[in-house]
C-alpha cells in the first residue's frame, strides 16, 4: 500500500518543498527584505537569529508534512478513479 501511494516519493517532494520555504522565509526575515524586526521585542537566551531558525524548522516541518498528506491523498484518490473505472 506504501508503495502503491507512493509515500517515499510524496516524503521526498514534501522534504524539498518545506526546506526551500522555510529557508526562503528565514532568509527573508534575517535579511529585513519586509523591513526590520521589532526593536521591542525581547529574544531570551538567544538573539532573534536562532529563534527565527527554529521557527524555520517548525515552519519547514509542518510544511512537508502539509504537502505530504496532500500528495498522497491525490494518488489515493487517482487509485480509486482507477479500480473503479476497471470494475464497470
Not at 4 to 11: I, P, S
Not at 59 to 64: E, Q, S, Y
Request: cysteine-free; charged content about 10%.
Amino acid at each position: 500500500m506504501i508503495e502503491a501511494l507512493g509515500v517515499r516519493r510524496n516524503a521526498t517532494i514534501g522534504l524539498a518543498v518545506g526546506v526551500g520555504v522555510a529557508v526562503l522565509a528565514y532568509v527573508v526575515r534575517i535579511f529585513e527584505l519586509l523591513g526590520p524586526v521589532s526593536e521591542a521585542r525581547e529574544y531570551p537566551i538567544f538573539g532573534p537569529e536562532a529563534w527565527f531558525v527554529l521557527l524555520a524548522f517548525v515552519f519547514a516541518v509542518a510544511t512537508a508534512l502539509g504537502v505530504i498528506i496532500l500528495l498522497t491523498a491525490v494518488r489515493a484518490y487517482q487509485l480509486t478513479q482507477s479500480v473503479s473505472a476497471t470494475e464497470q
